[in-house]
């Protein structure tokens, strides 16, 4: 059960101090100043970001504007991954604050969605969850759940209200106790250099015999490399922006470090020396 | 929450939480606050851009109007700040306005809380009274647990008091038990005592008996010795010898016990002087003591025949004379006619002499506890049997009126008290429908015999016992058999029977206001006397043949005495005017010459023929 409401605040009100500058190359009528913003780690971009299109709308013609979207360093950020997982797997060792580039020209259609609409980050938002609960309960829990109930995730979700959306999030990490644990822990593995998007298998949270699989047994399985061996450590395993330790119980990691959407999104990158 | 001592065991949530505070310092806490003023800042110059703006458009118009006077522009400038102080006065108004609504409000919220207060104080109120009747509650709760357990006491104790009455009852049964069994025992005891005693007298009397008989044995030896011897027979010196062989053995007779009787009743004895046949007539020559009492026997006997020839009918009264305090219920004569016996309810007996036509009171012999219901003299006159009903008969010694025995046992009165003809056992019957046979010697009960009805009258042959019973019969009892022989019954209750000189005829009288003669031979009514004017008083009412057995005589409710002749079988004499109440009883002196009446009003009468 996640009781620890400590480490679910601290997860919910994380935030990641961010500098929106305009690409150089749109054209302003005047200089844009950056703008400044405490992103929430567990929303999405499109969601969060209104007040850095008004600021940018500002200064750009009304004839030039599309679709905004957001880069860094030559990536485009996609805006349905997780604010935080975006940081951890391409920022996470550079200094703050993460400087994010906004484009309004040129969207890349091949490696972004388009987001025209609250309702898409809705749709993408419920379905994620759908998924979650498919590998924890096959889906009942949210299935037995009302509608109001599931807009009661998202309104908790786009109004930043962590007790409206704990409110119901709470049915969906309780599991019969004589599991002792969900049937299987939701979670994907994101690296920066892959030709997959992320690694998402089914994993038990308990072994045959009983015993709880750790954070270590998980990548042991999935992702041999990130353990660290002969003292050197290859891979920096970042959940949150923290790496856990390797001792920690999957079941407990996907209680309470899960994101809004119930998966535990783990970042895998290379360590750095510093 | 995470408990302490868990922590120890889970390195990795505290590890967890520490990187997540320490991420939040460095990526939020720094930045939070530079954002937060760098966006205000924006605002701002946002907002001063805006105003510039606008103030340049304002600054390119106006220069534009270059012409216009100064006055003009300040003009214009006080237009503005004209504008902007109507701007000010509007907005104080609304502040004034919302100040007087914050008061009104406030007003409000005064009035709601002094309510509020009025309310908890009545909600106060409300709650003491109730506290008030919870206790009033409690206390006759109490109360009625007291009382409750005052009541369930109180059944308690009434239960045990029951109950101890209970055992008080059982214990009080149980003691009236041993009382009784105690009083049963005591007088077994008693009678036990005295059949001891009447045994240790017995035994005395057997002694000085076997004594008496052995100086008599020694006597008779001699005098067979003696008769071997032939002696020379004077006739002068026979009547000398006899008179002074008389005399002296009426010394030697005069220091014997008293149980032996001199003089026997002579009716009754006749069947006992064959015995002593050969006896007497050696005795009668020599006049022992035997033949003097055989001789006198004897004389008696002629006597007696005598006697009978002398009947004579009563006609007047001689002496009336009041003979008891209360009801004269027996009378009787003694064998000698010398001496008369009357029994009555005063519960004496008194003897009266009849000299020259009057009674004179020789003595009275008391004992009894209640009133004296028969008398009888046995045969030789020196005891007198009195039967009473406080249960128990009694035997006197004429001479000395002492009371000799006293035979318990019945538990009824005694009605009639008889000897038997050996005069060594006494039959009496009593109320209690029994008739109980006594041993004089050994003064107990020998025999008791149930006859069914109370007996109100017995008369004895040597052979028989006749009772006259309340249920109309006359019973025949066989003494030695001891059983009912015969019965017969009656039209009435049976008072009296009375059996003639000879014992062939038995006189009964019966509360049907007869009088039956009937002869013991054949079993027949012989005769059968009435007359008008005769009832018979009570159930104890007493009649008589006359001495030779021609006349029978019976005493009337109304106190007239009727005498009927037998062999006529009428009505011979009616004599009243002496007794002003009933009859009782009435005898026949045996020498014929007088007849006594008694009755309920305590008088006697003596009839005579002169």
Redesign the interface.
Known sequence: MADDKDVLRDVWFGRIPTCFTLNQDEITEREAEPFYLLLPRVSYLTLVTDKVKKHFHKVIRQEDLEEMWFEYEGTPLKWHYPIGVLFDLHASNTALPWSIIVHFKNFPEQDLLHCPSNSVIEAHFMSSIKEADALKHKGQVVNEMQRKDHKQLWMGLQNDKFDQFWAMNRKLMEYPTEEGGFRYIPFRIYQTMSDRPFIQKLFRPLSPDGHAHTLGDLLKEMFPAAIPQDDEQKYQVIIHGIEPMLETPVQWLSEHLSHPDNFLHICVIPATND | ??DPGGQAKR???K???D??????R???Q???E??HQ??RL?EKS?LQAVWSERLQTDKFDHQNRHDLSPAAEAGRGDALLQEMAHIRIRHQEELTELHKKRGELAQNVIELNNLIQLKDKEIQTNEAQILQYQRRISELEAECRGLGGSLQDLERANQTLRDEYDALQITFGALEEKLRRATEDNQELVSRWMAEKAQEANLLNAENEKDIRRRQAKLQKDLAEAAKEPLPIDLDDDIEVLQVLQEDTAEATGDTSPGRAISRTPSRRVSRSPPGGILDSLTHIFGRRRSVSLSLDAAETERSSAVCTEVCLPTTALHTFDAHDGEVNAVCFSPGSRVLATGGMDRRVKLWEVVSGHCQMKGSLLGSNAGITSIEFDSAGSYLLAASNDFASRMWTVDDYRLRHTLTGHSGKVLAARFLLDNARIVSGSYDRTLKLWDLRSKVCMKTVFAGSSCNDIVCTEQCVMSGHFDKKVRFWDIRAESIVRELELLGRVTSLDLSHDRTQLLTCSRDDLLKIIDLRSNAVRQTFSAQGFKCGADWTRVTFSPDGSYVAAGSADGTLFVWNVLTGKLDRTLDKQHSSAINAVAWSPSGAHVVSVDKGSKAVLWSDI
């Open positions: 929450m995470s390195p990795w949530k590890h967890i939480a990187q997540l505070k320490q991420r939040d460095v990526q939020r720094a930045f939070e530079l954002i760098y966006n924006l946002d």
